[in-house]
């Protein structure tokens, strides 16, 4: 769940959008995946059961189906890069192991990833993460790339190149020159 037990999105990670979600293998007619912002959600609470809303993905198989398999949520996150940690709840129930993992789309990557052994009860696990493996390092682009190297060119080529033999010269011709036509006077 990307939301604090209490729905109020404090957690510094939230859905921003979903889209899409479905099953990658195991497809059954009475599997159901939901994914979406302030979807309702019930638990056990001193023998009552009470129902709360948050961001969430959410998967039902069925009472003891321990067939593999895997479903997913494309969702577009908004995560807090100010806060020095952020949290989702991880929420199991039965005798199954669930692995739970953010990939990123762009680097083919995995941000995070966590296994949850279920013992027959509800479980809900806080897992805390760093902000920062959701954002991408800063990268030099094509053309700071080709300003660098031009510019190493250009001071390959002048410390190899006999500039300063070159004005040493030049300016011994000067001062030469300059000495004759005072010794001509």
Request: charged share 20%; proline share 3%; hydrophobic share 40%.
């Amino acid at each position: 769940m990307f939301d604090d037990l209490n729905g109020t999105n404090t957690n510094g990670i939230r859905i921003a959008a979903v889209l899409s979600s479905g099953w990658l293998t195991a497809k059954n007619p009475d599997y159901t995946i939901d994914a979406g912002r302030n979807i309702a959600w019930q638990y056990q609470s001193y023998n009552q059961t009470v129902v709360r809303y948050g961001d969430q993905v959410e998967f039902f198989k069925g009472l003891m189906n321990f067939q593999y398999s895997e479903a997913y949520a494309d969702l577009t996150l908004d995560v807090n890069e100010s806060m020095p940690q952020v949290y989702v709840w991880l929420m199991g129930g039965g005798n199954g192991t669930s692995t739970f993992e953010i990939n990123s789309l762009t680097t083919g990557g995995t941000i995070w990833r966590d296994v949850i052994v279920g013992n027959g009860v509800t479980q809900q696990v806080k897992r805390v993460m760093s902000p920062q493996g959701f954002f991408a390092l800063g990268r030099a682009g094509d053309l700071t790339v080709m300003a660098w190297l031009a510019g190493a060119l250009v001071v390959i080529i002048t410390l190899n190149f006999p500039v300063p033999e070159l004005l040493a010269r030049k300016f011994r011709r000067r001062r030469h020159s300059s000495k004759r036509s005072r010794d001509r006077k």
